[in-house]
């Protein structure tokens, strides 16, 4: 018995030198293929195979389609969170400024005083309750003018 010149090419050792044993490939050789098969059960395979296809076409673009939006989902997680503590913090200097223990140190430190008078007005659209808002909005008469200044203080008998 001859050693095959395959097994000779590579670098395979077998143990004791013995070689497996190969099945015999002569009963292949020269049998026609193409005449055992009808064409009629490629004809019905064919649409079994584009349906197929188009199925796992249709899955990859689905599988896709879902990591982009996981991608999409979490950028918006990251945005949200950070959004948030910018709230946080606006929130804590907004506090900080409007306290009035600090807003009364920083004017002194600026020069400015106590008042000597504090005169409270009304809100000018609480003067007429009754009235349409459109009617407000339409007429320059309906409410009195905030800018025109202070009243006018009427001289009377007894202010000395």
Do not use: C
Request: aromatic share 4%; no cysteine; charged share 25%.
């Amino acid at each position: 018995m001859t050693t095959p010149d395959w097994v000779l090419r590579t670098r395979v050792r077998f143990p004791l030198g013995r070689l497996p044993k190969l099945p015999s490939l002569g009963r292949w050789i020269g049998v026609d293929f193409a005449g055992q098969g009808s064409s009629r059960n490629a004809r019905k395979l064919l649409p079994l195979l584009v349906l197929a296809l188009i199925s796992a076409l249709a899955v990859a673009a689905l599988r896709i389609d879902l990591i982009r939006i996981r991608y999409a989902m979490a950028s918006a997680v990251h945005e949200e969170t950070a959004l948030r503590e910018e709230q946080r913090n606006l929130i804590v200097r907004r506090r900080q400024l409007r306290d009035p223990t600090l807003l009364e140190s920083q004017a002194r430190a600026r020069g400015f005083r106590p008042p000597s008078q504090v005169i409270v007005l009304n809100d000018p659209s609480d003067l007429h309750p009754h009235q349409n808002r459109a009617v407000f909005e339409t007429s320059a008469d309906a409410l009195p003018s905030i800018a025109a200044g202070p009243p006018r203080i009427e001289p009377r008998g007894d202010w000395r």
